[in-house]
């Protein structure tokens, strides 16, 4: 069985890519949970009833988080909602979790890939190939506490196949088996930026990698169409998390944010 989890904030449903690129994908043995992070009751509203509606994804629940206590809890509160069976029914420890982010685009290919390597059930978290305006965005390697892109798809299929433990990569796509949700859930500490990489280094620390499918999916990582004011919003956001990330690790927080500050610089000046 594969549950999909979407967390959704201030956007109606049809404006979502994840939502509407699903809809024409949609398997009967699919199980979907919305949760809705948006603030403004009309946008939660419209998003309830829309999901009431649609005839087609009968197996479509949905949970209202009002005050968006961040992407950490969002992801927490939804495991705790399907693990609680008050969803779907019985959850086996064995199924597996679809995580994904409103903006993410899917594919006939990806999800194909991911009912391959959930009937094989040969590792507890698999990664796709992820890609945004930039080129491949997930997975990264975190090698040290400092995750860097790789600079080709072979280069990131290499370190996949010779040195898995080396491998990180974003929320959305990641498909997860639930019996990881016993002993882990992701940092509530944390609002929303390096959260992914948080929970995947807390499970590297049991012997727990991740491994790469061969689907593909498009992000739309809107850190890249930022005005100025926007840009520099998100890095005091930003800076908020990579502390608690970084604790313990003064130097590589104030290598990372150093480093952050000079792009954002030359792109936008002061």
């Not at 930039?134 to 290499?158: C, D, H, I, N, Q």
């Not at 005091?236 to 313990?248: E, N, T, V």
């Amino acid at each position: 069985m594969v549950y999909l989890m979407m967390v959704i904030y201030n956007r109606r449903m049809e404006e979502s890519k994840a939502y509407q690129s699903l809809k024409p994908l949609w398997r009967e043995q699919m199980r979907l949970l919305v949760v809705d992070n948006s603030t403004k009751e009309e946008i939660s509203s419209h998003n309830r009833l829309c999901l009431a509606s649609n005839e087609g994804m009968t197996k479509a629940q949905y949970l209202s988080l009002p005050d968006n206590p961040g992407l950490s809890v969002a992801y927490n509160r939804g495991v705790e909602e399907i693990v609680r069976n008050g969803c779907f029914g019985t959850v086996d420890t064995l199924d597996y979790l679809l995580v994904l982010d409103d903006d993410t685009t899917l594919n006939e290919d990806y999800l194909r890939a991911v009912e391959q390597c959930v009937a094989q059930k040969d590792a507890p978290l698999y990664l796709p190939l992820v890609y945004d305006e930039l080129g491949l965005m997930s997975p990264v390697r975190l090698k040290t506490l400092v995750a860097k892109r790789f600079v080709s798809e072979a280069e990131a299929l290499r370190v996949a196949k010779e040195h898995p433990e080396e491998l990180s990569g974003i929320n959305s796509g990641m498909v997860i088996r639930m019996d990881l949700f016993e002993n882990h859930r992701y940092n509530e500490q944390m609002f929303m930026d390096y959260i992914d990489h948080r929970w995947i280094l807390d499970l590297r620390k049991e012997g727990i990698v991740p491994k790469v499918i061969s689907g593909k999916l498009e992000q739309n990582f809107s850190a890249t169409q930022d005005t100025k004011k926007q840009a520099w919003d998100r890095f005091a956001r930003q800076k908020k998390d990579l502390r608690i990330f970084y604790q313990g690790h003064g130097g590589y927080y104030a290598y990372v944010v150093a480093k952050k500050t000079l792009k954002l610089w030359i792109k936008y000046g002061f």
